[in-house]
């Protein structure tokens, strides 16, 4: 039987515990603030460049170049807000009784433009009910599709999504027939602003960090299995309810 904790060891654990809530809020405040303090310069460069590219509508030059900023602009916009979710990410989850199916057909909902446009087949089998933040989860998910069609081979993405009980966890598993990942880029694909396909694909080069962060949160991991030639199963596991 374990021996509680003499109260000055829990007075000192539940001091440290405070100051990293502390730390984390501050982080959080700090992240939302600079994020908004960069978007606003981001969007007077595009103001005025949208401005100089129409004094010169005949000079090509001049509108390739304006082209190539505002675009940038919006790339390093998206990257900011990208920045502020990532960090919000688990911060405030609010884990309820879900189906992981109800989830999956919300975000297929949020994607059904990239998916008809793609021409992705997406096939989902049973999935469990969990605890877990719901739209949290259906970010998740989302990340998991909109990769899988992204990084689609030359034939049309099929997708397959299934789970499986392992001891106390389910595991759900994505499925894709795209390009695959090498095997020495398993774990990198995991990391912030880690991308394989440089500016090819579009992406700020965050949704694996967002979605193992997120999985992380509710007491889960996630990892990939892929030989870098015959496509990608992106694993992760949610405890048994």
Request: net charge negative; proline share 5%.
């Given at each position: 039987?374990?021996?509680?904790?003499?109260?000055?060891?829990?007075?000192?654990?539940?001091?440290?515990?405070?100051?990293?809530?502390?730390?984390?809020?501050?982080?959080?405040?700090?992240?939302?603030?600079?994020?908004?303090?960069?978007?606003?310069?981001?969007?007077?460069?595009?103001?005025?460049?949208?401005l100089?590219?129409?004094?010169?509508?005949?000079?090509?030059?001049?509108?390739?170049?304006?082209?190539?900023i505002?675009d940038?602009?919006?790339?390093?916009?998206?990257?900011?807000?990208?920045?502020?979710?990532?960090?919000?990410?688990?911060?405030?989850?609010?884990?309820?009784?879900?189906?992981?199916?109800a989830?999956?057909?919300?975000?297929?909902?949020?994607?059904?433009?990239?998916?008809?446009?793609?021409?992705?087949?997406?096939?989902?089998?049973?999935?469990?009910?969990?605890?877990?933040?719901?739209?949290?989860?259906?970010?998740?998910?989302?990340?998991?599709?909109?990769?899988a069609?992204k990084?689609?081979?030359?034939?049309?993405?099929?997708?397959?999504?299934?789970?499986?009980?392992?001891?106390?966890?389910?595991?759900?598993?994505v499925?894709?027939?795209?390009?695959?990942?090498?095997?020495?880029?398993?774990?990198?694909?995991?990391?912030?602003?880690?991308?394989?396909?440089?500016?090819?694909?579009?992406?700020?080069?965050?949704?694996?960090?967002?979605c193992?962060?997120?999985?992380?949160?509710?007491?889960?991991?996630?990892?990939?299995?892929?030989?870098?030639?015959h496509?990608?199963?992106?694993?992760?596991?949610v405890?048994?309810?």
């Amino acid at each position: 039987m374990d021996e509680p904790l003499p109260d000055e060891l829990k007075k000192l654990l539940d001091e440290c515990l405070h100051e990293r809530e502390a730390e984390r809020e501050e982080w959080l405040r700090f992240i939302y603030a600079a994020g908004h303090d960069l978007q606003e310069p981001l969007r007077s460069i595009s103001a005025f460049t949208e401005l100089l590219g129409r004094q010169c509508p005949d000079d090509k030059q001049a509108a390739e170049l304006t082209s190539f900023i505002i675009d940038s602009v919006k790339r390093m916009t998206a990257l900011v807000q990208d920045m502020q979710v990532y960090a919000r990410a688990g911060a405030a989850a609010k884990p309820t009784f879900v189906s992981l199916n109800a989830i999956v057909q919300w975000a297929m909902l949020n994607l059904d433009k990239l998916i008809r446009e793609s021409g992705a087949k997406i096939a989902c089998g049973p999935l469990p009910e969990a605890i877990v933040d719901e739209s949290e989860f259906i970010q998740v998910f989302q990340h998991l599709l909109t990769n899988a069609i992204k990084y689609r081979g030359s034939d049309p993405p099929e997708i397959q999504i299934s789970a499986e009980t392992a001891g106390d966890l389910f595991v759900i598993s994505v499925r894709d027939n795209g390009s695959g990942i090498d095997p020495k880029y398993h774990e990198q694909v995991f990391a912030p602003f880690k991308r394989l396909h440089a500016r090819e694909v579009s992406g700020s080069g965050l949704g694996l960090a967002f979605c193992r962060k997120i999985i992380e949160a509710h007491g889960g991991r996630i990892w990939v299995e892929s030989d870098g030639q015959h496509g990608s199963v992106f694993k992760f596991t949610v405890p048994l309810s």
